[in-house]
């Protein structure tokens, strides 16, 4: 039976309240980072108008001073302008983060301790975690939320040259994309709204969008007269960012996976050290899942993995090929748990996630950049061996 549908995915550029609050939050685990490697670091960002509050617990034996590190982040996604009224250096940062909780700690950290099952390093919390892939892009991502992402690349490229010097950090877009019989045909629709100056005119900003930004980055085959184009389509964007809308930590956890397209079990990534499985073995379900696509095991591949707080093996692993695989998914997760580790030690070992790299994953989707860890087509062989 023919299956004929369209499928939509938004993306929101760096200057999106909720991701300045994810950059600012990365930005300090990373320094946390810079001189401990063992740092735990759970760290939340509010930012509204003029304020940044930060919260949540962290331990770590580096120094730094964190409003430097705020500030900083806030000035590299480009709040700087005279009318900007969340603006790098007049900000107001109020830090209420504590110590992490001593009983968590003792769960997570290599040591028996009366009451825990092993003394081996145990997952931050219990949780459920997906990873996918697909052949649909070059990236192994959906379409809709990896063309989502290029238009606000595209965007932020151009806003920090002369020619986009009426662009404003703060942007969202989002793409529908048409299939028949399963299979990706073309672009139905595609919205943008990008904040800008007030001295530009609506017209003006519609055709610099589409000519200048989308046509550049999207497949031309895929586009066609009947695509949809529609830019700020509230006529008007001045206001925007935190001074238009507060942020929260970890309010794009779609936008920074699959854009709908996979499962999502909830947990949010940015401002987690990778004790905390959230982050970790989303990480590596996203690693296997590349892998097995890369290999060419099938067409598209899911995989489910569920831990228990202070344990340290998964309490269930999943993997589903939805027909599309070229051997049962029973022998390709046979061959999945024989090729990778996933206990939590083994996660942050084998994706050397003790380093300070988290900041380059927080804008355009953690998934899909080919210099990630978690990106990497590494494991092909010994994977293929495994399911011989």
Request: negative net charge; proline residues 4%; charged residues 25%.
């Amino acid at each position: 039976m023919s299956n004929d549908f369209i499928f939509s995915s938004e993306s929101v550029g760096e200057g999106h309240p909720d991701k300045v609050a994810d950059y600012i939050s990365d930005s300090v685990l990373d320094a946390c980072f810079e001189n401990d490697l063992s740092s735990r670091v759970a760290c939340e960002t509010l930012v509204k108008s003029n304020c940044v509050f930060l919260a949540g617990e962290i331990t770590t034996q580096s120094e730094f001073d964190y409003e430097s590190v705020v500030r900083e982040a806030i000035r590299e996604i480009g709040y700087v302008n005279d009318d900007d009224i969340f603006h790098a250096d007049k900000v107001f940062i109020t830090n209420a983060l504590t110590q992490q909780s001593p009983d968590i700690a003792q769960g997570v950290d290599a040591v028996a301790v009366e009451g825990k099952d092993t003394a081996e390093q145990g997952a931050g919390d219990q949780g459920i975690m997906f990873g996918y892939a697909c052949d649909e892009t070059d990236e192994l991502m959906p379409a809709a939320i990896m063309f989502s992402h290029r238009v606000n690349r595209k965007l932020a490229e151009i806003r920090r040259t002369e020619e986009g010097s009426w662009l404003r950090p703060d942007c969202k877009s989002q793409v529908s994309v048409a299939y028949e019989d399963d299979k990706l045909t073309g672009i139905i629709a595609i919205v943008v709204s990008t904040q800008h100056t007030a001295d530009v005119e609506h017209a003006f900003i519609k055709d610099f969008v589409i000519e200048k930004v989308i046509k550049p980055v999207l497949p031309a085959e895929l586009l066609s007269d009947d695509t949809q184009y529609l830019i700020n389509p509230t006529g008007r964007f001045v206001e925007g960012g935190p001074s238009g809308d507060a942020g929260l930590t970890g309010r794009k956890i779609i936008v920074d996976t699959y854009g709908g397209w996979g499962r999502h079990g909830g947990g949010a990534f940015s401002g987690k050290d990778p004790s905390k499985v959230d982050r970790s073995a989303a990480y590596m379900a996203r690693w296997v899942a590349k892998n097995v696509i890369a290999a060419e095991l099938a067409s598209c591949v899911e995989l489910q993995a569920a831990y228990a707080i202070g344990h340290p093996h998964p309490v269930s692993l999943r993997l589903e090929t939805f027909g599309t695989g070229k051997t049962s998914d029973q022998a390709l997760e046979d061959a999945v748990k024989k090729t990778f580790s996933f206990k939590p030690a083994d996660i942050v070992a084998q994706l050397d996630l003790l380093r300070p790299i988290y900041r380059t994953s927080t804008n355009y989707g953690h998934f899909g950049k080919a210099d990630m860890p978690w990106e990497q087509s590494n494991k092909l062989d010994e994977l293929v061996n495994n399911l011989s």
